[in-house]
């Protein structure tokens, strides 16, 4: 079944009287259960994408169809309502709110919920804290965990309230390469567990650990192809285990 | 997001920058403060001459004969003795809404008993006065009707000619005084007034029938006064309307403006003295209240402040699901209960000083007050902090949801 549906996407920027075209009509879906990487050089329009299909941006011209519903043509209260109830969101510097417990921060697009009771904020707040293996943390604030930690806290704010597809861009650029793997190994095993993912990043070997690759350039599609999906964990095994200076 | 964890998120935020919110409310504190005294300190004023005018009588009315303008000609002193006996009588006649009439002459004099003496003025009047001017008797009896009738040499002191005549607390009652050379027996002491409204002590008064100070002091037949009390504090304009009507038929005057006396009430009096105190009150108040537009900007500044160092949470919450309202009511709210806050701070600072500044003055003597607690102001208080808060919390707010969250988060 597929979660995601676009089709001839567009996405234009005027700047002065230049026009910056961004996206330049793109078609793909996204089957639920798919961990797909997007991947391109600088400017290529990954971002771009990536908000569009995480209904912060809406595009120019074209159709995008998230689990059924034609996301053109929301209002801007409707799309805030779609990315609280449908969309996990993993940015590459972690946003999670200063001097706020990690309990709290997980809790936090609950908040915007208004079919959950604090109780039930609470527990399933509680839930993914145990799925990203923080439960020793959570009343730490942001300052004291490592980058790693952070980004697992924000994972667990993503899974809070079961989206259909996590978006994450870049979520392992500020990580050095152990603990990008580390988190990579997270994902695999939420995508094991049927999470639909869609990953914005710029190394192979990161993307390598995907099952699908979607390549842009210049706004274009130029491949869309399976990937031979590597093993995590066993990778952050195989890493040099002298890197202790 | 519901009102209690906004509450939460607002109040979160204030605590985490303390000397800062303090700073803010700065403003807020000291218009607030200031309102409160100012209202405060105004109606307790108002409340100490309410009570001082009615120990002297709020339904009391004053008649005194005027300077007459005749075509614009001065006609100099002889109307000054317009009021007589027969004006008396008519007026104890057509005037419903008086209570009771008492004629007023006063004349200095000397009051010596023993070795002893006390330069005062016996006040002239009818047995009247005493309720007109709520008088009342610690000892012995008021003259009569009777005692004017036959001008007696009686008088009623009060407690200051008592302790300057009487040191050694001999019971005055039965005594006799000399006023000047005129022998006159006590017959009754006034029960002490307490306060000197407005410097004049109410009790240095020695009571004397009318007649005897007109016939044996004076030598006049004619009235310096006439004083009066209505009904009911209500009936005062009627009183007065009575009186003048009598006075015009008695006296043949046809035209206003040619009115050989004055009526006045206290009233009247009461009534422009509370009107202007309210203006004065409310002149320092919307001084004061200077003082809360200034806090009200600096609240918006510092809202503006905080809106833009909290960019890349207000993206994210958006990113995460958050209405363009549910960020408009967080950073409002944060503003209101900043303001409020203040507000608080103010009032208890405004009752602190209202409290100090009454006392103070109370202890002066100079100012008839008493402290009052102004209910109204500090519920004024609460809603102008409220309205402070939206009003000044609205552009930085509506800024905050106004935000585009892709640029929003990636906000450096
Ligand atoms: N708000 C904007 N206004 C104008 N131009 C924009 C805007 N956002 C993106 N662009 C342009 O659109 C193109 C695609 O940008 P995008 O951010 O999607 O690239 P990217 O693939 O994410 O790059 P990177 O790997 O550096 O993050 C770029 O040329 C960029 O300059
Ligand atoms: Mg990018």
């Given at each position: 079944m597929s979660i995601i549906e676009i089709n001839n996407l567009k996405r234009d920027f005027i700047v002065g009287d230049e026009t910056?075209?961004?996206?330049?009509?793109?078609?793909?879906?996204?089957?639920?259960?798919?961990?797909?990487?997007?991947?391109?050089?600088?400017?290529?329009?990954?971002?771009?994408?990536?908000?569009?299909?995480?209904?912060?941006?809406?595009?120019?011209?074209?159709?995008?169809?998230?689990?059924?519903?034609?996301?053109?043509?929301?209002?801007?209260?409707?799309?805030?309502?779609?990315?609280n109830h449908k969309i996990g969101f993993v940015f590459q510097s972690y946003n999670l709110l200063p001097r706020t417990s990690v309990l709290e921060n997980v809790e936090l697009p609950l908040m915007?919920?208004?079919?959950?009771?604090?109780?039930?904020?609470?527990?399933?707040?509680?839930e993914v804290i145990h799925r990203v293996g923080l439960d020793q943390r959570?009343?730490?604030?942001?300052?004291?965990?490592?980058?790693?930690?952070?980004?697992?806290?924000?994972?667990?704010?993503?899974?809070?309230?079961?989206?259909?597809?996590?978006?994450?861009?870049?979520?392992?650029?500020?990580?050095?390469?152990?603990?990008?793997?580390?988190?990579?190994a997270l994902f695999q095993e939420l995508h094991a567990s049927g999470t639909t993912i869609a990953f914005v990043t710029h190394e192979p070997d990161i993307a390598s650990f995907t099952s699908r690759t979607i390549k842009l350039r210049d706004g274009h599609i130029i491949e869309d192809s399976p990937v031979q999906t590597q093993n995590a964990q066993a990778a952050l095994e195989a890493l040099p285990k002298n890197e202790d200076y | 997001?519901?009102?209690?964890?906004?509450?939460?998120?607002?109040?979160?935020?204030?605590?985490?920058?303390?000397?800062r919110a303090l700073l803010t409310m700065l403003g807020i504190i000291i218009g607030i403060s200031a309102v409160i005294?100012?209202?405060?300190?105004?109606?307790?004023?108002?409340?100490?001459?309410?009570?001082?005018?009615?120990?002297?009588?709020?339904?009391?009315?004053?008649?005194?004969p005027a300077r007459q303008q005749r075509g614009g000609v001065d006609m100099g002193n002889s109307t000054s003795k317009s009021l007589d006996e027969k004006d008396l009588a008519?007026?104890?006649?057509?005037?419903?809404?008086?209570?009771?009439?008492?004629?007023?002459?006063?004349?200095?004099?000397?009051?010596?008993y023993g070795s002893r003496n006390h330069s005062g003025s016996v006040q002239g009047c009818s047995p009247a006065y005493l309720s007109i001017n709520n008088?009342?008797?610690?000892?012995?009896?008021?003259?009569?009707?009777?005692?004017?009738?036959?001008?007696?040499?009686?008088?009623?002191?009060?407690?200051?000619?008592?302790?300057?005549?009487?040191?050694?607390?001999?019971?005055?009652?039965?005594?006799?005084?000399?006023?000047?050379?005129?022998?006159?027996?006590?017959?009754?002491?006034?029960?002490?007034?307490?306060?000197?409204?407005?410097?004049?002590?109410?009790?240095?008064i020695a009571l004397v029938p009318y007649t005897t100070v007109q016939k044996r002091f004076l030598g006049i037949n004619y009235f310096q006064m006439l004083e009066a009390s209505a009904v009911s504090q209500e009936a005062s304009e009627a009183a007065a309307t009575e009186i003048t009507h009598t006075l015009r038929a008695t006296h043949g005057i046809g035209n206003p403006d040619d009115d050989d006396f004055e009526v006045r009430t206290m009233d009247e009096l009461l009534t422009s003295m509370n009107s202007m105190m309210s203006m004065l009150t409310l002149l320092l108040t919307a001084i004061a209240s200077i003082s809360l537009i200034v806090g009200g900007i600096g609240i918006m500044n510092i809202m503006y402040?905080?809106?833009?160092?909290?960019?890349?949470?207000?993206?994210?919450?958006?990113?995460?699901?958050?209405?363009?309202?549910?960020?408009?009511?967080?950073?409002?709210?944060?503003?209101?209960?900043?303001?409020?806050?203040?507000?608080?701070?103010?009032?208890?600072?405004?009752?602190?000083?209202?409290?100090?500044l009454a006392t103070a003055i109370q202890s002066g003597g100079d100012m008839p007050i008493s402290f009052v607690l102004s209910y109204s102001a500090i519920g004024l208080s609460f809603v102008v902090c409220v309205a402070v808060g939206v009003f000044f919390g609205w552009y930085p707010a509506k800024k905050a949801a106004g935000l585009d969250p892709i640029q929003a988060i990636r906000y450096e």
């Open positions: 910056v075209h961004a996206l330049r009509g793109i078609s793909f879906g996204i089957d639920a259960g798919e961990f797909v990487s997007i991947m391109g050089t600088s400017g290529s329009g990954k971002s771009t994408l990536l908000n569009i299909l995480g209904c912060l941006d809406t595009p120019t011209s074209g159709d995008y169809i998230i689990d059924g519903v034609n996301a053109a043509t929301l209002s801007r209260n409707e799309l805030a309502d779609i990315r915007y919920n208004k079919q959950y009771s604090a109780r039930q904020r609470r527990e399933h707040a509680m959570i009343h730490h604030t942001s300052a004291q965990l490592s980058g790693g930690q952070q980004q697992r806290v924000a994972i667990a704010r993503a899974l809070v309230g079961d989206p259909v597809i996590i978006l994450a861009d870049e979520a392992t650029g500020n990580l050095d390469t152990r603990t990008s793997y580390e988190i990579m | 997001m519901n009102l209690s964890n906004l509450l939460k998120i607002a109040l979160r935020a204030i605590l985490r920058n303390k000397t005294t100012m209202l405060s300190l105004g109606e307790g004023v108002k409340l100490g001459m309410t009570s001082e005018f009615s120990s002297m009588g709020t339904n009391s009315i004053m008649v005194m008519a007026l104890k006649k057509s005037c419903p809404h008086v209570a009771a009439f008492s004629p007023s002459v006063t004349s200095g004099a000397q009051m010596v008088y009342s008797l610690e000892r012995g009896l008021m003259f009569t009707d009777q005692d004017v009738k036959v001008y007696s040499k009686v008088c009623v002191i009060g407690k200051t000619i008592v302790d300057e005549l009487f040191p050694d607390g001999t019971n005055p009652v039965g005594q006799t005084i000399r006023f000047g050379n005129i022998p006159m027996k006590v017959i009754g002491v006034l029960k002490e007034k307490g306060q000197g409204s407005f410097g004049n002590d109410a009790d240095d402040v905080t809106v833009t160092e909290r960019t890349r949470e207000i993206g994210l919450r958006m990113a995460i699901g958050a209405r363009q309202r549910d960020i408009l009511l967080q950073f409002l709210l944060e503003s209101v209960v900043l303001s409020l806050i203040g507000g608080l701070i103010g009032i208890l600072l405004g009752i602190l000083l209202s409290y100090v």
